[in-house]
């Protein structure tokens, strides 16, 4: 069976990343360890790792007319990524994602500036309808500005696509927007805020994702971290378990998992099967430094994969 094209629509921002022992907290000065710089932002992430994971992929981003921008599309011609629909803005500035990492249990806080990819215009979004058009899947988060994901949403949903929505960073979403998407994917704190409840358990996130089947979503994966991965459907729900790893650098593990989850839906895996996958593609990505250098490929995948089931 031929794998259906996948467009990844979201943001690319520059990692600038430091490690420390300890993650500082309001006020405090500390010193860090390493200082690495490079590709990031969700969008490129997810991008990446469905590459790297063996997808027929297109990434739809915007960066800055600067030594950042730059950046991207050198990475991605290194990824034999297409840059066909990477816009460049002549006015903003490359997003950048300002990232501590603490390097005794790889846990992170990040701040994001979205930069060029928060002005995606109504033109550059109409330049990739027919680019949706050819795709079976399209995958969205919430980096990029609102009204460039909602007039993707509604394309791509007139013309039948899958529709796969990252919730992150988290936003309250409105019904309108919700009663489009085929599956949303967000982790525990995403997921309660969308739904105004704490996600801690099993229980909990099977009631968010009722929640958001309720306003309109057709499926719901919870992605919970250590604890493994929540999946339901209007016909079946189970807590996928996580796949046992040293982490080194959690930063961008959901991006991992999503690349991977919509990779494995576009080669014709049902929901939790592409879990699984995506449960491995995260998997990986934790045992190395970095956000898409860090993803894996699919060799990788697979032999992780038969050593783990």
């Known amino acids: 069976m031929k794998a259906g094209k996948i467009v990844v629509f979201g943001s690319f921002v520059v990692d600038l990343t430091s490690w420390a022992d300890h993650l500082p907290v309001p006020g405090e000065t500390i010193k860090g360890s ?3 710089m490079g ?8 991008g990446v790792a469905a590459s790297r994971a063996g997808a027929d992929v297109t990434l739809v981003t915007k ?15 290194n990824e034999n990524m297409t840059t066909e629909y990477v816009f460049v803005d002549s006015e903003k500035e490359t997003g950048t994602a300002l990232i501590m990492v ?5 846990q992170n806080q990040i701040l994001v500036v979205s930069g060029a990819c928060d002005n995606i215009t109504r033109y550059e979004v109409e330049q990739t309808f027919s680019l949706i058009d050819s795709a079976e899947i399209v995958l969205l988060q919430l980096e990029v500005n609102m009204d460039a994901i909602e007039k993707v949403v509604d394309y791509a949903h007139a013309k039948g696509k899958k529709i796969v929505l990252n919730t992150a960073p988290a936003r309250k979403l409105p019904v309108s927007l919700l009663q489009k998407l085929d599956i949303v994917t967000p982790n525990e704190i995403e997921a309660g805020i969308l739904t105004d409840m704490k996600v801690e358990t099993e229980a909990d996130a099977e009631k968010a994702a009722q929640i958001l089947m309720n306003s309109g979503v057709k499926n719901v994966v919870v992605t919970m971290g250590k604890n493994g991965v929540f999946v339901m459907t209007p016909k079946r729900k189970e807590m996928i378990p996580p796949m046992q790893v040293k982490a080194i650098d959690t930063t961008g593990a959901g991006d991992a998992f999503n690349g991977g989850f919509v990779t494995a839906l576009s080669e014709g895996k049902d929901i939790f099967e592409a879990a699984r996958f995506g449960n491995a593609v995260g998997a990986l990505s934790v045992t190395k430094i970095g956000t898409a250098p860090a993803m894996p490929h699919r060799s990788d995948i697979d032999r992780f994969m038969r050593d783990n089931t």
Request: aromatic residues 12%; without cysteine; proline residues 3%.
């Open 63 to 77: 960066v800055g007319n600067d030594v950042f921008g730059q950046t991207a599309l050198e990475f991605y011609k």
């Open 34 to 36: 390493v200082f690495k």
């Open 39 to 46: 590709p990031g932002g969700k969008g490129s992430n997810q």
């Open 102 to 106: 603490d390097e005794k249990v790889g």
